[in-house]
């Protein structure tokens, strides 16, 4: 009998009478949701629903105590589906999923890693979709065609402005004419298909929409949540490492899907028959059969689903076994995400994290033992991560790199306190510091208020009373050389964890944060994450293929030309088969036809200032996604492009290329020994050319040395130069070659020309300040001079640590400058010692500058919020201004006389 489905229908009943009740306050929310919240993050969109639900039961309006859009809007059905065809299983992709089918306008959704294209592509594929971008020569004529015969289409890559050809489109300015639905679009009027589907992406992070763009469409926030990367990560190291487990997962996860489908259909089909019956039930047989048939259909579904989710649930429990792994990569793959708010040359892609992901699951160590496997997975992801990044940052970026992937993966096991982190990057904030500072003659105020600022941390509590007691162990610190390595007085060095070491380090002696944040990470990580790889171009060809174009982020003193060149003739690319072209005003229809060449021929093409071409770039960017194929492209062929940082470099070259960052090395010892160890220097017969060997060994050590010095003073900032200029190799190479062919062809020394060429030409052409100009001969002289000549050791700097090495082979000078201090002096330059001192603090401060561009702007459960700092500091700001002028008052005793 029928007695079973009492209980079952019964159940359903009661939770059906209480949405109803509380359907008003839901569907009022979730059409809020649909309406305003598509945009946010996931965060602020939880705390707009928190404070509508309690608006909603102030005002008595009927809501669940748990709102939950799915709930309200979702059919479970359909959510399964869109799992399958790849929307994230996240909460947040699932209700933006919703809000795209329930909007009444068309979606334009933020997608920076792909992951909405991925999932429509998949979605609509059984329905033709149609994928354009707005850069498409017919994308209009698809548009209209969609439009006709009601096909799904995907305009991509959608920049900050919209074609005003849309806008009937998206604005449905639709009309009735014979009781049809048609459309004015562009210059003709066609029919209007319901089935029509439009859908627009851009892989723009944080892009800026005009009120006049956003009130047209429904923008939507796709940007990968971390537990929607977590569940992306899990799944394919459970397919890599267990492949039957994931295989059966799926299995079952479409099994459940068609299952419940089923399930639906059976109870649709039972309240058909019973609203259609009619009289007594009982005495209709067909419906009798109808809901007997019906319920042991369902039993056995039921039964099967039980069977099919406990099974699921024993997988899952072992495919959570590698949860470890999912949460440490995907804290990876945050860290680098929000890089391009440092720079927008620094864009990673999904995909090609999840490719090095791959990478390390099949080439780190396997174990049987899982704990084992799991710290090899970590640790040879995270090292290779930290080597495919390093080589596209500056130099200054690299240790920040290490410091953030440090503090993130402590954080994540929960040894970083939110509030300690802040302090360190920020030094605290307050307007006036009520308490005298104890030593004001070596102790700055500034420090002073920091320290008290400090002192509010629960770990340094009345730190700031313990300077004045014990004033003489806290200048020792204060004076030592290397503060870093110090020991705190009293029992601060036993209490204070590594962190907070660090926030006293920056209160007292800011300038020596840098290798003290490296003690840290050699400390937390180990020493590999200190020392970035050496740039190796062979390393980057290796890693790229056809389809991948190599980009060299530019920067000013590096000129990777003829390192290029060199390694081309190398891999038997040179001469006719490695062409390059400098981008600019009407050189893009040639770069066309190189590429096009390339293709064919499977030869190398260098494109160089990209930056010069902005205007170029979209049509660049086609040719990379659209042209270069590997059904259509020679193996062989290479793309290579040169860029300064610019922010119209099309993000999808920059996500799936591979890209360098060539600079000149940082020291006075590197600076030489690379212009030794680089063309043309080490060319033993260009070395050996000179029919004057010794004075050319000479000037040449002395040019090199001079090369190194204008590069290395740059960094002093207004003391090294009043304008820092962009000195390069090629300055260096044109010198060079400029003092081998004057002392082949003169019998005596032309050091006034070579002064002159050099001083004023090569590099002093770069020179436009006055006072620069006298510094950059000046500096010259010091090599430039008949005493190099005549002595055997000539000194280039007071203490005589530098100076010419003796006459001998190219590999003696390698030896002479690898023997050379690697931090120098500042009296080399010409400065005071303590001209140190402020490039240091400089750094520190570029160094916290750009860690906060890296952070998101809420803080963490321990902080305040920033709303929260900014209106105590506006009511303390108020609190100590002086009261209002008596305007009234003012006019009467000083009346305005006009005579």
């Known amino acids: 009998g029928l007695g079973g489905e009492k209980t079952r229908w019964g159940e359903a009943a009661r939770i059906l009478g209480e949405r109803y009740v509380n359907c008003t306050g839901d569907v009022l929310l979730?059409?809020?949701?649909?309406?305003?919240?598509?945009?946010?993050?996931v965060d602020f969109r939880t705390e707009c629903i928190k404070d509508c639900s309690l608006a909603c039961k102030d005002k008595n309006i009927p809501t669940s105590d748990n709102f939950s859009l799915t709930n309200t809007l979702g059919n479970q059905v359909k959510i399964r589906a869109w799992k399958i065809a790849g929307l994230p299983a996240d909460s947040f992709s699932i209700d933006s999923a919703i809000v795209i089918e329930n909007s009444r306008r068309w979606p334009l959704i933020i997608d920076p890693q792909g992951q909405a294209n991925k999932w429509i592509k998949n979605m609509e594929k059984e329905n033709r979709l149609a994928v354009v971008k707005l850069t498409d020569p017919n994308y209009a004529r698809t548009l209209e065609n969609s439009i006709q015969f009601g096909t799904p289409v995907l305009i991509e890559n959608i920049g900050e402005e919209l074609d005003p050809l849309l806008e009937p489109v998206l604005l449905k300015l639709t009309f009735k004419?014979?009781?049809?639905?048609?459309?004015?679009f562009g210059d003709s009027v066609i029919e209007f298909s319901p089935d029509f589907r439009l859908y627009m992406t851009t892989r723009l992070r944080n892009p800026h929409y005009l009120p006049e763009v956003a009130v047209k469409v429904a923008l939507l926030n796709f940007m990968i949540t971390p537990l929607g990367l977590q569940d992306q990560l899990l799944g394919i190291v459970a397919a890599e490492e267990k492949p039957e487990l994931e295989e059966k997962k799926n299995e079952l996860i479409l099994e459940g899907a068609a299952n419940k489908k089923q399930l639906k259909e059976i109870e649709d089909k039972i309240l058909e028959v019973l609203s259609s019956s009619q009289g007594n039930i009982l005495e209709d047989e067909s419906a009798i059969q109808v809901l007997s048939s019906s319920k042991i259909l369902a039993e056995e579904i039921s039964a099967k689903q039980e069977i099919a989710n406990l099974t699921e649930k024993e997988i899952d429990d072992t495919r959570n076994g590698y949860t470890p792994v999912a949460v440490h990569s995907a804290i990876l793959f945050f860290c680098i995400s929000d890089f391009a708010n440092i720079d927008p040359m620094y864009q990673y892609s999904l995909g090609w994290f999840i490719n090095l992901f791959l990478n390390a699951i099949a080439n780190s160590d396997k174990s049987s033992d899982l704990s084992e496997r799991i710290g090899n997975l970590n640790g040879y992801f995270t090292d290779n991560i930290y080597k495919n990044v390093c080589r596209s940052l500056f130099e200054k970026d690299k240790l920040l790199f290490s410091f953030v992937l440090c503090i993130n993966i402590q954080k994540n096991k929960g040894l970083i306190d939110d509030s300690v982190w802040r302090f360190l990057l920020t030094g605290g904030v307050a307007l006036d510091n009520p308490h005298p500072n104890p030593c004001p003659k070596w102790l700055g105020d500034k420090s002073w208020a920091e320290i008290v600022r400090a002192s509010s941390l629960p770990e340094l509590s009345g730190w700031f009373q313990t300077i004045g007691k014990s004033e003489k162990q806290w200048k020792k610190i204060y004076d030592s050389s290397k503060p870093h390595s110090e020991r705190l007085p009293l029992n601060y060095d036993v209490k204070l964890t590594d962190l907070y070491k660090l926030v006293v380090l920056r209160c007292l002696r800011p300038d020596k944060i840098i290798p003290a944040i490296q003690d840290y990470i050699v400390r937390h990580m180990g020493r590999t994450f200190i020392e970035p790889p050496t740039f190796d171009l062979g390393a980057s060809y290796r890693d790229s293929y056809c389809c991948a174009p190599l980009i060299f982020v530019l920067s000013p003193g590096g000129d990777p030309m003829a390192g290029l060149l060199k390694f081309a003739q190398d891999k038997g690319m040179g001469g006719g088969r490695c062409q390059s072209i400098s981008l600019g005003q009407g050189q893009g229809p040639i770069a066309t036809k190189m590429i096009e060449k390339a293709k064919k021929e499977g030869t190398w093409v260098v494109l160089q200032n990209c930056h010069l071409a902005t205007s170029w770039m979209p049509r660049l960017e086609k040719i990379c996604e659209e042209e270069i194929t590997p059904d259509s492209t020679h193996k062989e062929c290479r793309l290579w492009l040169t860029s300064y940082p610019s922010d119209k470099f099309p993000v999808s070259i920059l996500q799936n290329g591979v890209k360098m960052t060539n600079e000149p090395p940082k020291g006075l010892r590197a600076n030489l020994l690379r212009s030794y160890l680089n063309d043309p220097i080490s060319d033993e017969k260009f070395f050996a050319s000179c029919n004057k060997p010794q004075v050319f060994q000479k000037l040449l050590f002395g040019l090199c040395f001079f090369h190194a010095l204008v590069q290395e003073r740059r960094k002093f900032g207004a003391l090294g130069w009043n304008i820092p200029y962009e000195f390069n190799e090629s300055d260096l190479r044109i010198s060079i070659q400029q003092l081998q062919m004057f002392l082949n062809q003169y019998d005596d020394i032309p050091l006034e020309a070579l002064i002159y060429l050099t001083g004023q030409c090569n590099h002093g052409g770069r020179v436009t300040d006055d006072r620069d100009r006298r510094l950059i001969l000046s500096l010259l002289s010091i090599v430039y001079c008949n005493e190099n000549l005549e002595s055997d050791k000539h000194n280039f700097s007071p203490s005589?640590?530098?100076?010419?090495?003796?006459?001998?082979?190219?590999?003696?000078?390698?030896?002479?400058?690898?023997?050379?201090?690697?931090?120098?002096?500042?009296?080399?330059?010409?400065f005071h010692e303590n001209a140190d001192i402020t490039k240091d603090q400089q750094e520190t401060l570029q160094l916290f500058e750009s860690i906060l561009l890296t952070l998101p702007r809420q803080t963490g459960g321990t902080g305040k919020s920033p709303q929260e700092v900014i209106d105590e500091l506006a009511a303390d700001i108020l609190s100590k201004l002086p009261p209002n002028f008596d305007l009234e008052y003012v006019i009467e005793k000083y009346p305005v006389v006009y005579e």
């Open 800 to 830: 005589g640590v530098y100076h010419t090495p003796p006459f001998g082979e190219y590999q003696d000078y390698i030896e002479y400058i690898r023997s050379l201090p690697l931090i120098p002096h500042p009296e080399v330059y010409g």
């Open 177 to 184: 004419q014979g009781g049809v639905d048609y459309i004015k």
């Open 30 to 41: 979730a059409s809020g949701v649909v309406a305003y919240l598509g945009a946010f993050t």
